[in-house]
């Protein structure tokens, strides 16, 4: 069974960085996608990275692009979600998501596209 364990959620200031870690384990397959993920309140879940493990392509959309970089600890198989610059809009809970094999659902900013999620971990940027 694939588990998926976000660490790394905290407290900074406007300008500020956080290194979130995304720590996957129960993979049967080399081939896995992991996508980060974030929820403010009242607002949709939306992704803001994801990392293909094939050959480590990685997507981002407009709104961290630049800011946001994912990057993977091969030995581990834990994905980081380094975040720059961050500002008052980036606050949220921050998810991982993983999905194994090469055949899935969707965009990969979908919910769908993924089936196994960790339980979340707060980011808040505030002055």
């Known amino acids: 069974q694939v588990q998926v364990v976000e660490s790394g959620g905290g407290s900074v200031q406007p300008g500020g960085s956080l290194r979130l870690s995304c720590a996957a384990s129960g993979f049967t397959s080399k081939y896995y996608v992991i996508g980060w993920f974030r929820q403010a309140p009242g607002k949709e879940r939306e992704g803001v990275s994801c990392?293909?493990?094939?050959?480590?392509?990685?997507y981002y959309p407009d709104s961290v692009k630049g800011r946001f970089i994912t990057s993977r600890d091969s030995t581990k198989t834990t994905v980081y979600l380094q975040m720059n610059n961050l500002k008052p809009d980036d606050t949220a809970v921050y998810y991982c998501?993983?999905?194994?094999?090469?055949?899935?659902?969707?965009?990969?900013?979908?919910?769908?596209?993924?089936?196994?999620w960790g339980q979340g971990t707060q980011v808040t940027v505030s002055s």
């Open positions: 998501a993983a999905a194994e094999g090469t055949s899935y659902r969707g965009s990969y900013f979908s919910t769908a596209f993924y089936d196994y």
């Open positions: 990392f293909f493990s094939s050959d480590g392509t990685t």
